[in-house]
């Protein structure tokens, strides 16, 4: 273990998919994943037990499918199945870099995953293992914002960390809006009455009922995914 010592014991992982593509169009940069992991590494060694949920928009978005005339339903499984190739992409990497990795479905593939059953989650994550969520909630229309809200709530996370492209909650989407100002901290009902649109409310209403606090911070940011686990100044903190 590391001599830094980490402000949180236990913590929830938020990946978007698209963190995972690097500079390409799409799918999985093999440089990316192992950058990543090199990271979560970092934490894991420091002693803090570390579950993810991955997201699937660098391979399939539901909305997406629905809106070229494919029914919603049947888009979102194929998104969820895409937060599945990416678990196991990411399970791999881990593996094979050092650390131990679980993967574990929402929705039933025992042939290719475990299923998620919480009292194991929680096993591997005493044991020091990482666990990655896949398939979200299991539930179409939800999203796997959502999934790292309720997981996070499930497995008694101290904070959820979103990484994501952007470095925090601007007071518009920055990729829009040049002139957007990035807040330090701000509360789950202002985000929500101000639609921000960086989490869905569904994520935020469920955190902010649970008192469980939300890190935005950019994971192509090297080094800040350990200094948000060391309670350092990264990122926006949602709070309730
Ligand atoms: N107010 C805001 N502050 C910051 N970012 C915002 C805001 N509104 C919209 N965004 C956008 O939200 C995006 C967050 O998306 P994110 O990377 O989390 O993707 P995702 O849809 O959750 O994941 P995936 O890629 O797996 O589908 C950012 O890229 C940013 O452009
Ligand atoms: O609980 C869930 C989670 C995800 N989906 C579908 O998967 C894609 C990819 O997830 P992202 O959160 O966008 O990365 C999403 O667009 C949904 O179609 C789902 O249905 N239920």
């Known amino acids: 273990m590391s001599e830094a010592r980490a402000a949180h014991k236990r913590i929830l992982l938020k990946l978007s998919g698209e963190s995972l593509m690097g500079d390409d169009a799409f799918g999985i940069n093999r440089g990316t994943i192992v950058r990543i992991v090199g990271e979560v590494a970092e934490v894991v060694n420091m002693g803090v037990e570390v579950a993810i949920v991955i997201g699937g928009g660098n391979i399939f978005r539901g909305v ?97 960390l979103k990484a994501t492209k952007v470095d925090g909650v601007y007071t518009a989407d920055p990729k829009l809006d040049p002139a957007a100002t990035r807040y330090n901290k701000i509360t789950f009902d202002d985000a929500m009455a101000q639609n921000l649109g960086i989490m869905d409310a569904t994520a935020f209403a469920l955190c902010r009922d649970q008192k469980l606090p939300i890190k935005v911070f950019s994971i192509f940011k090297h080094g800040a995914l350990k200094r948000v686990v060391l309670g350092e100044d990264e990122g926006t903190l949602v709070y309730a």
């Open 64 to 160: 997406a499918g629905g809106s070229v005339g494919m029914d919603r339903a049947t888009a979102d499984y194929m998104g969820m199945l895409a937060t599945v190739m990416n678990a196991l992409a990411l399970g791999d990497a881990m593996n094979k870099q050092g650390l131990t990795a679980r993967v574990m479905s929402a929705i039933g593939i025992e042939q290719v995953v475990e299923p998620y059953v919480r009292p194991k989650a929680l096993q591997y994550l005493e044991e020091g293992k990482v666990v990655i969520f896949a398939a979200g909630t299991g539930n179409p229309f939800f999203t796997t914002d959502t999934a790292a809200a309720l997981r996070g709530a499930e497995i008694g996370a101290e904070l959820v």
